[in-house]
T-cell receptor, first 113, second 115 residues
């Protein structure tokens, strides 16, 4: 089983739609979670951290379910500019100052006019 | 402007010809990493550094070397490149990852082709 798993997509959705992605992780001791966005052939950029209580940033909502070991990202009112690959990132913690960070392979979103 | 820079952005080389990809950050970050990204495999960590003169292997270190002589620079060295090292490479930096908050800032990427 992969440490961090995402559905690669692509998710093709019309403008204005609501879309949700899930990401599962295998290490129950994982400490922190993030969603990064990566545009085609560009560098990943932090979209949002995922907090235990869930958090929202404009049209984006992130949720964490520790019992089932998954995180989710909900995008409301999709815009063409939301088209990108969304990477799930899990910080598994560690020792000696090092913290292991694992990236999912990403879910591709294509918003269609 | 806070940023991570990498050079070169694109490189085509031949098997066995030593090369160096430079990485520099201007945010005074202690923690730096190198990743490679391949289709279907996601980002995989090659090496990381927690501070000057402190480096260690990530998940896929074979065929690579790094050094950290200054805080701002973290070059990636391929002593004898092979075609399986053809990939998209990213350098990243972050504040020392204490606690749960951890954002990495990535460079623009270096697309390497080894023939």
């Amino acid at each position: 089983r992969k440490e961090v798993e995402q559905d690669p997509g692509p998710f093709n959705v019309p403008e204005g739609a609501t879309v949700a992605f899930n990401c599962t992780y295998s290490n129950s001791a994982s400490q922190s979670f993030f969603w990064y966005r990566q545009d085609c052939r560009k560098e990943p950029k932090l979209l949002m951290s995922v907090y235990s209580s869930g958090n929202e940033d404009g049209r984006f909502t992130a949720q964490l379910n520790r019992a089932s070991q998954y995180i989710s990202l909900l995008i409301r009112d999709s815009k063409l500019s939301d088209s990108a690959t969304y990477l799930c990132v899990v910080n598994e913690g560690g020792s000696g100052g090092y913290q292991k960070v694992t990236f999912g392979t990403g879910t591709k979103l294509q918003v269609i006019p | 402007e806070a940023q991570v820079t990498q050079n070169p952005r694109y490189l085509i080389t031949v098997t066995g010809k030593k090369l160096t990809v430079t990485c520099s950050q201007n945010m005074n970050h202690e923690y730096m990493s190198w990743y490679r990204q391949d289709p279907g495999l996601g980002l995989r960590q090659i090496y990381y550094s927690m501070n000057v003169e402190v480096t260690d292997k990530g998940d896929v270190p074979e065929g690579y070397k790094v050094s950290r002589k200054e805080k701002r620079n973290f070059p990636l060295i391929l002593e004898s490149p092979s075609p399986n090292q053809t990939s998209l490479y990213f350098c990243a930096s972050s504040l020392y990852p204490l606690g749960g908050s951890y954002e990495q800032y990535f460079g623009p990427g270096t697309r390497l082709t080894v023939t």
